[in-house]
């Protein structure tokens, strides 16, 4: 789904101001990460993620800790699985 950029680009961010990584690491990642991510299937963020986020959260959300990103995730997983 779209939003694996910005979440993976975040985390490396994150992890550059919690000095876990250095501004090298950084770039390589970011390259590695723009190179690699043009070779998957990335699913658009439509209302039907949503509304398919949505029913998990009503399935699941009162047992699970599902969180808005998971359930956006597994969503989209779910619909593409569905149509192959």
């Known amino acids: 789904m779209e939003l694996v950029r910005i979440e993976f680009m975040s985390a490396l961010f994150r992890k ?16 590695g990460f723009k190179e690699a991510i043009a070779f998957f299937n990335v ?19 009162k047992t699970q800790r599902l969180r808005t990103l998971d359930a956006l995730y597994l969503g989209a997983f779910s619909l593409v699985t569905e149509n192959e």
Request: aromatic share 8%; hydrophobic share 35%; glycine share 6%.
């Open 16 to 31: 550059f101001r919690n000095q876990e990584i250095g501004s090298r690491q950084l770039s390589d990642a970011i390259s």
């Open 43 to 61: 699913e658009p963020l439509r209302w039907t993620v949503i509304r398919e986020a949505e029913s998990l959260l009503e399935k699941y959300g």
